[in-house]
């Protein structure tokens, strides 16, 4: 019976100091991540792919995100693991300071599926400060703006995976992702 306790108190005290709180499939949600929608392990680090291999959505708009776009995307508020599919549309609107992240900012949508030759203009809404967008790659870069009405207009020609983030808030979360088709 003393054995018993006494792993009784290990499991518990080992779980308290990891914070994982789920051992053998007991206990708790161990934090957020677990939802009910089986597609949130990106958050945890649960499911993990292969370099370049996308991950599945299904049911989720967009089709599949690739596993550069999740892994990039993991502590954006407002992205719950889909992409918005635009496809098929010649110009694609992105807010700049949407409601996300703690405040505002975020880009809405985060992530945005496209044909290459789509036009993407970053719209601002005047929320939450001075916002710019910033390609991690250095291909496009716009100014660091506060008010709302201004935009800034990138076309994708290049099939490809961009990521792309706000400067001054890039630590909150406030990151988003073009996929060109």
């Not at 995100?65 to 010649?90: K, Q």
């Not at 945005?112 to 601002?124: E, F, H, K, Y």
Request: glycine share 20%.
């Amino acid at each position: 019976m003393t054995d018993h306790l006494d792993r009784r108190t290990f499991i518990q005290s080992t779980a308290a100091v990891s914070g994982a709180g789920l051992l053998a499939g007991c206990g708790g949600s161990g934090g957020d991540s677990g939802g009910s929608d089986g597609e949130s392990g990106g958050d945890s680090g649960g499911t993990e792919t292969a370099d370049s291999t996308p991950t599945d959505t299904e049911g989720g708009s967009g089709g599949d995100v690739p596993s550069d776009v999740s892994d990039y995307l993991s502590d954006v508020g407002n992205f719950d693991g889909t992409v918005a599919d635009e496809t098929g549309t010649g110009n694609v609107e992105v807010t700049v300071g949407a409601e996300g992240n703690g405040g505002a900012y975020a880009f809405a949508p985060a992530a945005v599926r496209i044909d290459a030759g789509t036009d993407v203009n970053w719209s601002w809404t005047g929320e939450g400060g001075s916002h710019n967008v910033v390609h991690e790659e250095g291909e496009f870069e716009s100014d660091l703006v506060t008010e709302s009405g201004n935009d800034f207009q990138h076309t994708f020609e290049s099939a490809g995976v961009y990521l792309y983030y706000c400067q001054p808030h890039k630590s909150l979360g406030m990151k988003g992702a073009i996929i060109v088709e």
